[in-house]
């Protein structure tokens, strides 16, 4: 057989990821407040994007079943027919950036701040400024002006400035403030400082005694038990600071793994005291702050912005709509173009049609998003309306594929589509990814959701009392009584994922209360 070189054609099919799918792919599985961040540098890289001001009104969508809810045995209709096709906001007449306050009737200012402005009231616009700021509070002079001041919230102080003003009003010496200052400099978020003492001293080239003795002086700062080794200590100074860390709290400290454990006779043994006396004291030791830097210096959470939101129709079924408030809407324009491009380079003509395809990709790749969701949502809320009509014991077993299959899509892609994306029920807020549950096998071979097994636990140990605790058996015996095939491994790791105690410790808790 000759060796050579020689010429063949081959027809080969490849997916060639280019930057716009890439870029189509990112989105679907950005969060709304990734998706706005995306689009601010979209909007300050290119110049043939902006944003569309034009009206913020959104048509109201097709229904989300055309049948009744209440009808669960019904035939559940095609996912074309709940999403329609037009999805996307159309221009509206209030712009987004409408400014209400311009929109405010002076008419009706009168039966608040007393200005009348109707016929035969006498006033004037001299009298409308005089009212205007002492009885209505417009003004930045006089006492409306001081009270509006007032009024602002001030910047809370940040919890080292707040320990910096302690430590520089309780010591006096220099280097016992530069030992603190160190200790401020090391204190974790949650109130502990985990270096040693000695090991402070040794960078510091000061006595350990010393450093010990600042800390535990620290220790007495506001928020009490701050500066911390461990929980003992933290626990032990909020103690001794009102006045109740007596030796028996003391033998309860050392032994608070014992606690944990709900090990109640042999506490009772260890600081010689009775049951009663013991559950004081393990109620002051719950009324204590074992995080006492927790909190402090956070930053306010951002609230939720559902992506869609459903509510009730008038016949039974429900509708979907996005939310207008995290769908970015942009133009191109298409005019600004045209316009520079005819007298440009061809450096600036090349640029100008990059940049003017690459916002035209942009826009069709919102649009292709927002059908997605609301198409994937109306399919799995669909699948989920007893969760709708009767609660979360209700809730079907649920997976990827069926979803996929029945709106012809990849799994990946579903997958994408409920990751990060929130919707609004009448039942509360919650992410798409919740409605996903494992089946679990019934009695009678119907299979039931995974969540609504966990919440039914839940249930049952909630209502229990002292006197009949139920075990991990008890709990598999009354769902099976319901018709859930449930082993009892599965019933403790749900209940351990709940963060719900074993029977025996929930057993000596309610003795303890009771």
Known sequence: MALGPRLELRHTQTLVMTPQLRQAIKLLQFSNL???AFVEEELERNPLLERDERGDTMPELAALDQRPLRDTAAEPMATDLLVGSDTLPDAGATPLDADHAEQFDVSGYDAVGGIDTGPGSGGSGQAMGEDWGPKGGGGLDGEAGASFIDSLADTPRSLRDHLGEQLRLGLEDPVDRLIGAHLIALLEPAGRVSIDDAALARALGVA????AAVRARMMRFDPVGLFARDLRECLAAQLAELNRLDPCMEILLDNLELLGRREMKRLQALCGVDAEDLADMVAEIRALDPKPGAGHDTAPPQPI???????????GDWILE????????????EAFHAKVSLNAAREDRLFLSERLASANWLVKSLQQRAQTILK???????????????GVGHLRPLILRDIAEAVEMHESTVSRVTANKY?????????????????????TGESHSAEAVRHRIRGMIAAEDAISVLSDDAIVAALRREG????????????EALRIPSSVQRKREKAISA
Do not use: H
């Not at 350990?208 to 450093?211: D, I, N, Q, S």
């Not at 399919?379 to 007893?386: A, S, T």
């Not at 859930?484 to 019933?491: E, F, G, K, S, Y």
């Open 34 to 36: 990734e998706v706005a």
């Open 208 to 211: 350990t005694g010393r450093v």
């Open 305 to 315: 912005l559902p992506d869609v939101l459903m509510r009730p129709g008038l016949n």
């Open 322 to 333: 996005l939310n207008p408030d995290t769908m970015p809407r942009l133009l191109v324009s």
């Open 376 to 390: 994937v949502a109306g399919e799995v809320m669909r699948r989920q309306d007893g969760f709708l009509l009767r």
């Open 423 to 443: 919707i609004s029920t009448p039942r509360g807020l919650f992410e798409l990814k919740y409605f996903f549950t494992t089946a679990i096998a019934g009695v």
């Open 484 to 495: 859930v095939d449930i082993a009892r491994r599965t019933v403790a790791k749900y209940r």
